[in-house]
Structures are given as C-alpha cells and as structure tokens.
Nanobody, 115 residues
C-alpha cells in the first residue's frame, strides 16, 4: 500500500560524505513533514533533521552545519546530505513522513563511519 524505500547508506571513513534518499510510493497523498531519524545500538531513535512541506528545516545540534535535508515533492522523495561524517554518526537511519494523521517509516539504511 504505502512504502518508503531508502538508499544511499554504506561504509565511509571519517570526514567523507554520503547522501541518503527515501522515496514514497503507493496510495499516499498530501504528504506533510518529512524527517530523518537514526538509531544506534543501545540508543533511542532520535530525530536528525526534519523538513516541512514548505521547506522549513530543523536539525539536531550534533549535525547542524554538516547535514542538509531537502525534498522533492513531485518525486515524493526526501534526501539527507551528510558531510564531514564522524564515527558518532554511525547508526541505522530511518526516513519518516506524515500524511493524513499517520506516520510512515522506511526500513532503515545502515551508515557506518569508521577508519
């Protein structure tokens, strides 16, 4: 019915960059806010960045200035550009969107930052 497919994760060295994508498909309309969350082992799932339908963004303090969230409403896709990656950024990253009072989640994509 509704599916969010994430891509772009992988293994990189500290200081390198990755770009995550999450595309929504299926019977979903009037998508509101979109966001990226991440969850490291033994930790809660935390908000990384969010973006409203109109492009207003907010970021976790730990990623501000390094990450950039964006969206393409026509493609129903949200992106997360991650620069100057640090080992503490290692986590499973999940995209999220709200529509019709419901929240939808992607399957998660692994990001590992290690030398």
């Amino acid at each position: 019915q509704v599916q969010l497919v994430e891509s772009g994760g992988g293994l990189v060295q500290p200081g390198e960059s990755l770009r995550l994508s999450c595309a929504a498909s299926g019977s979903i309309f009037n998508i509101g806010a979109m966001a990226w969350y991440r969850q490291a082992p033994g930790k809660q799932r935390d908000l990384v960045a969010s973006i409203t339908r109109y492009g207003r963004t907010n970021y976790a303090g730990s990623v501000k200035g390094r990450f950039a969230i964006s969206r393409d409403n026509a493609k129903r896709t949200v992106y997360l550009q991650m620069n100057v990656l640090k080992p503490d950024d290692s986590a499973v990253y999940y995209c999220n969107l709200e529509s019709g009072g419901r929240a939808y989640w992607g399957q998660g994509t692994q990001v590992t930052v290690s030398s």
